[in-house]
Each structure stands twice: as C-alpha cells, then as structure tokens.
C-alpha cells in the first residue's frame, strides 16, 4: 500500500486549504484513514479521522470546527479540509490508513503512511 499526499502550500491566516491522499496498492475501503501533522521540534500529532464508509468521523479538540475530513472510495482519496488556518497550523500534514476500519488517534495505531506535504501559514 501507498500513499501520496497532495495540497500543502503556503497560505495566509484565514485562508482555507485541501489536502488530498490517494492511496494505491491496495483497497481503500478496507482502511480507515487518519491525518496527522507535525510541526518543526513537534511530536507528531493526531488531526482527524474517519471510518472506512465515511460516516464516522473524528477530530481532536483543536481541529473541531475548523478541519473537515472526508473520503471518496470511488477515487481512492481522503480529504482534509482545513479552514480559518492559523499560523500554529503549519506542520508537515500525513495522511495514515488503519487497517481497522474506525481507525484511532494514536500514531502506532496505523499501519501505512504517506510521505507528507507541507503547510505554512503566514500571519
């Protein structure tokens, strides 16, 4: 399984930014996908995650409201919508596939992971 993440750039604070995963190798609707980011000197951290079918979907506290998780398994792609993006939102942005189909919050909970695209939010 592979995964290749595509979006990142560098915005301003307010802007709005999509981020998309494909995942190839495999089949996508036997995983749930997670993203996670991590910033310079940071630990990486949970964003957002959703179920195999994309009715499940959970975020961490920081991310509520603002990120949006979503997945089409027609395409192979999960999506993380990230709106109002603050400058604490730049990091390294990873999207992960659980082969448990509601995948979790920690990082050793997933078993494939894609190499990252960048986000800079300039204030």
């Known amino acids: 399984v592979q995964l290749q993440a595509s979006g990142g750039g560098l915005v301003k604070s307010g802007d709005s930014l999509r981020l998309s995963c494909a995942l190839s190798?495999?089949?996508?609707?036997?995983?749930?996908m997670g993203w996670f980011r991590q910033a310079p000197g940071k630990e990486r951290e949970y964003v957002g995650a959703i179920n195999w079918s994309g009715h499940i979907s959970d975020y961490a506290d920081p991310m509520k409201g603002r990120f949006t998780i979503s997945r089409d398994n027609a395409k192979n792609t999960v999506y993380l919508q990230m709106n109002s993006l603050k400058p604490e939102d730049t990091a390294i942005y990873y999207c992960?596939?659980?082969?448990?189909?509601?995948?979790?919050?920690?990082?050793?909970?997933?078993?494939?992971w894609g190499p990252g695209t960048q986000v800079t939010v300039s204030s």
């Open positions: 992960a596939a659980d082969e448990e189909l509601i995948p979790g919050r920690l990082v050793d909970e997933y078993d494939f």
């Open positions: 190798g495999g089949t996508f609707s036997n995983y749930g």
